[in-house]
C-alpha cells in the first residue's frame, strides 16, 4: 500500500473533470476588468441596541485576491461575515456582491449568488459521514423536485449520480476520499477543517469567505493551510476573504489587509505596511 501524501498535497484533476469545469464557470463569470470589486461595503454599520458593532465600514475586495480582514477580539470581524452573508441585515450603509446590492436579502439568496463561507467553530453535521456533509451543500444546483425526490424518477439518480461524483472528486483533491463513509465529525480536527472548507467549495462559490480557519492548528497545519489557500484561489478562481487571528497565517497568505478596532476601520495596506503601521501595532499587533 502506498503512503498517503502529505496533508498540502492537492492533486491534479484532469482538465476536462467535473472540478476543472466548475472553475472556467467560475471564471466565465468574470465580467469585469482586474482590479475591478467582486465584493464592496458603502458605510455598512450595524447596531445592537447602542453598541456600534460595525462602524461606516468600506471595504473593496478585487476579483482573484486573497483578503485579509483582522482586529483584537471584539472587532466585528465575524459580525462583518455576518453581514455579508445575510446573517444581519446593516442598519445603515450598503453591500454590494458582484455589482448587485445584497444587503437585505437572506442567506440562502446571497449564497446563491455565489458567496459562500465557512465558520469560526466548526460546524459539520454529526449524523452524516463525510460524504454526505458535503453533499447537503450540492442542493442549491439540483434539477430534481419533490416528487423526483419521493418517485426516485431518473432525473432524481442522475442528479444524485452527479453530485456524488462532483464531492468525492473534491474530496480527492484534498486527500479526504479515503474518509468519505466516515462519520464527519469523528476525523481529526485538521481534517474537520478542511471538510468546512470542501464543503463551502461544493456550492461552486465566486466568493470564499474563510472565518478563522487556522484556529486550533498546530504550527504543521498552519504551514499546509497557507498553501491550501493559495491552490483554492488559483485551482478554483475564487476571490478569498479571510478574517484569521494567527499573524503568520494573515501575513503569509493575505494579498491586502484591513484592520478594524471597534467595528471601524483604522488601516488597509500591504502586509508589510500592515506589519509596520503604528495605528496596528497599537491596536492589535502589540509593540
Do not use: W
Not at 33 to 62: S, Y
Not at 149 to 172: G, N, Q, S, W, Y
Not at 178 to 187: N, Q
Not at 197 to 217: F, H, K, N, S
Amino acid at each position: 500500500m502506498s503512503g498517503a501524501p502529505e496533508p498540502s498535497d492537492v492533486r491534479a484533476t484532469k482538465e476536462d473533470g467535473v472540478i476543472a469545469e466548475a472553475a472556467r464557470t467560475a471564471r466565465s463569470g468574470e465580467t469585469a476588468a482586474d482590479g475591478d470589486a467582486v465584493l464592496r461595503t458603502d458605510k455598512a454599520t450595524i447596531k445592537f441596541g447602542g453598541l456600534v458593532a460595525v462602524n461606516a465600514l468600506d471595504m473593496a475586495v478585487r476579483r482573484g485576491e486573497i483578503y485579509g480582514l483582522i482586529g483584537p477580539n471584539g472587532a466585528g470581524k465575524t459580525t462583518v461575515f455576518n453581514l455579508l452573508t445575510g446573517v444581519y441585515k446593516p442598519t445603515s450603509g450598503e453591500i454590494y456582491f458582484q455589482g448587485h446590492r445584497v444587503d437585505g436579502l437572506r442567506p440562502y439568496e446571497i449564497s446563491r449568488r455565489g458567496v459562500s463561507r465557512t465558520f469560526q467553530n466548526i460546524r459539520l453535521f454529526a449524523g452524516m459521514t463525510v460524504l454526505e456533509n458535503v453533499m447537503t451543500a450540492c442542493h442549491r444546483h439540483a434539477r430534481q423536485n419533490l416528487l423526483d425526490a419521493v418517485l426516485r424518477t431518473p432525473r432524481f439518480a442522475k442528479d444524485e449520480r452527479e453530485h456524488r461524483d462532483f464531492c468525492i472528486e473534491l474530496l480527492e483533491i484534498f486527500n479526504l476520499a479515503r474518509f468519505k463513509d466516515e462519520g464527519g465529525t469523528s476525523l481529526a480536527y485538521g481534517n474537520q477543517r478542511r471538510l468546512e472548507i470542501v464543503r463551502a467549495l461544493a456550492t461552486q462559490p465566486q466568493l470564499l469567505l474563510l472565518d478563522e480557519p487556522a484556529a486550533g492548528m498546530n504550527p504543521s497545519e498552519q504551514d499546509d493551510l497557507l498553501n491550501l489557500i493559495h491552490k483554492i484561489r488559483d485551482r478554483f478562481g475564487l476571490t478569498i476573504l479571510l478574517v484569521e487571528h494567527n499573524m503568520k497565517v494573515v501575513m503569509g497568505v493575505c494579498e491586502r489587509i484591513q484592520v478594524v478596532d471597534y467595528g471601524k476601520s483604522i488601516a488597509l495596506g500591504l502586509p508589510h505596511e500592515i506589519r509596520n503601521d503604528p495605528k496596528v501595532i497599537e491596536a492589535y499587533l502589540g509593540d
